[in-house]
């Protein structure tokens, strides 16, 4: 797989509405179920099933549920290495679990400057990474396989 296909494969989920959990091109999917969907386009199968969560499940169970689950699936990388294709986990304030995601979409000199994500009120979009969520950058990973 190369970092070209993975693009490909994310913006076809473009428009797809934002549904919490869900993660079906163009019927519905959340920030994790939009991974989840360019995972199974470009790796095959998911690697662990997802359970069920709330919308607030991060505040109610202090875990790092994705940042842990990102470490067992995924290859960290360092966040200034970042390149298109690669993924980014956001905390959503300092000392709070991991909570956001999305693929980086574009980048210069490893630094991300655009990203596609799901979020609620907008569905998968592709966004400029402005100074309020590059401040929440908490790791980076590449999928595993990806030809360098």
Known sequence: MTR???LTEARG????PYRHQASV???????????RGVWRGCVGDEPEAV???TPDWAE???EDTLLAAARRHLVEIPVGAVREGDILLFRMAAGVPA??????SACQAGRACRILHAY????????RLVPWWSRRITAAFSFPGLEV
């Open 60 to 62: 109610l169970t202090g």
């Open 51 to 53: 359970p069920a969560y």
């Open 99 to 104: 909570k956001h995601c999305a693929l980086v």
């Open 120 to 127: 609620w009120g907008r569905g998968v979009t592709e966004t």
């Open 13 to 16: 989920w473009l428009g797809t």
């Open 4 to 6: 070209a296909e993975i």
């Open 25 to 35: 091109r163009g019927a519905g999917a959340d920030c994790l179920g939009f991974l």
